[in-house]
């Protein structure tokens, strides 16, 4: 994937109710998606679409992803996915420790070997972190370092250039544009916080490289200013992401260059 591009992920979630419905977002996507030359687009759908969907799109054009996986190959684990699987369905990258994940009990050693796995079968990750609140004392800045180093621990400069970490605050998760309480400073103050704890890690080159995603409250009235302003190397997008025109006005809005 081209680094100096703008990456919109969109995040699905458990939406929508069923497969007639995911096709018709999907196909609306594929008619409205523009040939970009600063933005690269990828899709996670829910798991159980994800072959259905492939079938309708073929092209590179388009990355898929997926929202979740079990951090081993196979085994007796009723109910899970394994990363070969997703990949063998022409699965690109993968989100890792989103904090609906965290809430439901993965611990950032869940999360660690979740990584691992994702990036052992050849894909890449988004690795969201996040603070629930904000303190004045700066206690969330250790809480994120802790999820950043628990999650990169041991990853070599190749395999971190496969990992995009998407800072997603959650107090602004869910919340319309209009209503949350993120700002483009608020990106950039975490844009340069991942940035220098690479560059501690890895020195200035990785540091440079890494890409840096911003996710909660994403909707076209903020996507430029929380790109531009905030220098974010890219958006994760919930909710807008399944409103097809909503998703591509992100896109379109992407769609210059990377400071
Ligand atoms: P939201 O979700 O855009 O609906 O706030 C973002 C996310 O949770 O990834």
């Known amino acids: ?36 030359r600063h933005a690269t687009l990828a ?43 997703l990949a063998s369905l022409g699965v690109r990258m993968v989100i890792v420790g989103h904090s609906e994940r965290r809430a439901m009990g993965e611990d950032n050693a869940v999360v660690r070997k979740k990584l691992r796995a994702v990036l052992d079968e050849g894909m890449e990750a988004v690795l969201c972190i996040g603070e629930a609140h904000r303190d004045s004392a700066g206690a969330y800045l250790a809480f994120l370092t802790e999820q950043l180093q628990s999650a990169l621990t041991g990853l070599t400069a190749e395999e971190l250039s496969r ?71 890219g958006l994760l997008v919930g909710h807008a992401s399944i409103v097809p025109k909503d998703f591509l006005a992100i896109a379109a809005l992407a769609d210059r260059p990377a400071l």
């Open 1 to 36: 994937m081209n680094a100096a591009k703008h990456l919109i992920v969109g995040n699905w979630k458990m939406h929508p109710s069923s497969l007639a419905e995911a096709k018709k977002i999907f196909r609306a996507l594929l008619r409205g998606m523009g040939t970009y």
């Open 43 to 85: 899709v996670c759908p829910p798991a159980a679409y994800l072959a259905a969907l492939r079938a309708l799109y073929r092209g590179r054009r388009l990355i898929f992803g997926a929202q979740n996986c079990h951090f081993l190959r196979e085994g007796a684990y009723t109910g899970e996915i394994a990363p070969p699987m």
């Open 163 to 233: 990992v995009c970490v998407a800072y997603e605050p959650l107090w602004a998760i869910g919340k319309s544009a209009a209503e949350s309480a993120v700002r483009p400073a608020h990106v950039h103050e975490m844009v340069i916080f991942v940035r220098k704890f690479v560059h501690q890690r890895y020195g200035g080159e990785a540091a440079a490289r890494v890409r840096v995603l911003y996710g909660g409250s994403v909707e076209p009235a903020n996507a430029a200013a929380l790109l531009l302003e905030g220098r974010a190397s």
